[in-house]
């Protein structure tokens, strides 16, 4: 069942804030072997991905349902909290978080352009002018 916007904003924020906290308390253990490092990564990545929805439904639900977030500022801006958030744990964490994050909002991109696409506007054919 959907929620609103401000409500979906306050989930997803508040989801982030709990995985950063969690990132913070198992920072030891994510920083400790490779593979825990990648793993930190892939939190991040998800970091991003809530950041995100929250600061969307954000302005979706201040400036209105047909506002949507652009490349520059809000998806830059998310971006660079999520990598700053996991290099806090350790510095291959940023690089993961960088490239899970970009798949991730390739993936978004996918979900929201299948499902919010308008539809088509039947266009009117105009008899051409003849020239003399």
Avoid: D
């Amino acid at each position: 069942m959907p929620v609103s916007s401000s409500v979906s904003c306050v989930l997803s924020l508040t989801l982030g804030l709990g995985l950063f906290a969690g990132m913070q308390m198992f920072k030891q253990q994510l920083a400790a072997t490779e593979y825990m490092t990648v793993i930190g990564g892939f939190i991040g990545s998800w970091f991003f991905v809530f950041l995100l929805t929250g600061v969307s439904n954000l302005e979706s639900s201040l400036f209105g349902k047909g506002f949507q977030a652009k490349l520059f500022p809000e998806v830059g801006f998310c971006l660079v909290v999520a990598m700053f958030a996991s290099g806090l744990v350790h510095r291959v964490c940023v690089t993961t978080c960088f490239i899970f994050s970009v798949v991730a909002l390739y993936y978004l991109n996918k979900i929201a352009q299948s499902r919010f696409t308008p539809a088509p506007t039947p266009v009117k054919a105009t008899p051409a002018k003849k020239k003399k």
